[in-house]
C-alpha cells in the first residue's frame, strides 16, 4: 500500500466516526468556484462511483447556477450519517452591479434565517427556527481566482472574497476549498497526488488564508471530479481530507455549551 492508499484508508476511518444528528455544512463562495460540484466530488468520493446528486452548470453556459437553497443530505451507503450539505448562489459582480447572492441573503444563510427553496435575493421571508443554521461553513474559491486576486481589475469581488468571513457567526466553524487546482499547476494536472508538493497551489493556499482569515491548516486545495469517470486515490485524498476536518470543526461546535452550573 502506498502513501495516498495509506492515507485514503485512515480519512475513511476517521470520516466514519462522524455519526452525530442533524449535522450541516453550508458552502458559499463566487460563482464558478465549483461549489455544486464540490458536493457531488464529497458524495462520489463516499460512494465510490461518479455520483450526480445535485445539478451543475458548464461554465461555458451564460448565467448564475444555484438559483434556490436546497440540500443535499447522506444516505445509509454514505462514509458519513446524518450529514447534509446546502449549496448556495455564488456571487459575481462588475463594477456596481450585482449578479450573485446578496450581502444579506448571505448573512441569513450563515444565520440559518432562511427555509428549503429560498429564492436567492427574492424572498424576504425569515424562517420561523433556525434549523438550517450550519456548524461549518466552507469557502469555496477557484485556484484562478485566488492566483490572480492581487492583479484583479474588479476589486469588488477581491472585497466579497475578504467580506465572507465576517458574515459567519463566531460559534460556527470555518474552512476554505480551493478548487481546480489542476488549471494552475501542470505537475498537479499530470498527477493530482503533486498537489500536495506544488509550489504555486501552496502559495495559493497562504493567499486563501490570509483573504478568508483563516489559519493556513484550514485550506484545502483540491481537484474536483469533473473530466473522470472513475473515482480514483489520488483525487479522493485531497477532497477526503476538507470533507474530514469540516466535520471534524462541525462536531466541535455542537458540543453542549457552558451553563452558569457548570
Known sequence: MNAMESAETNLKINIKK?????????LVGHAGAGKSTFINSVFSTSRGRMVDLVGVK???????????????????????QSVTFFDTMGFSRSGNKCSGISEADLKRVCNGEI?????????????????YRPNCVIFVASAEVMLNLD??????????LKGLNACVPRDIAKIAVVTKCDN?????????????????????VKRAASTFGLQENKVFPIVNYTKEVETNTKLNVPIMYALRYALDY????????LSDED
Open 18 to 26: 462522524h455519526k452525530i444528528k442533524d449535522l450541516k455544512i453550508t
Open 58 to 80: 458548464s461554465e461555458n453556459v451564460a448565467g448564475l447556477g444555484t438559483l434556490k437553497f436546497d440540500g443535499t443530505k447522506a444516505g445509509p451507503d454514505d462514509m458519513f
Open 115 to 131: 427555509k428549503i427553496r429560498h429564492q436567492f435575493n427574492l424572498d424576504t421571508t425569515k424562517a420561523a427556527t433556525p434549523k
Open 151 to 160: 492583479i484583479m481589475t474588479d476589486s469588488t469581488l477581491k472585497d466579497q
Open 184 to 204: 494552475i499547476c501542470n505537475d498537479t494536472a499530470k498527477d493530482a497526488s503533486n498537489i500536495f508538493k506544488s509550489r504555486i497551489v501552496e502559495r495559493v
Open 250 to 257: 462541525a462536531t466541535d461546535r455542537v458540543e453542549d455549551p
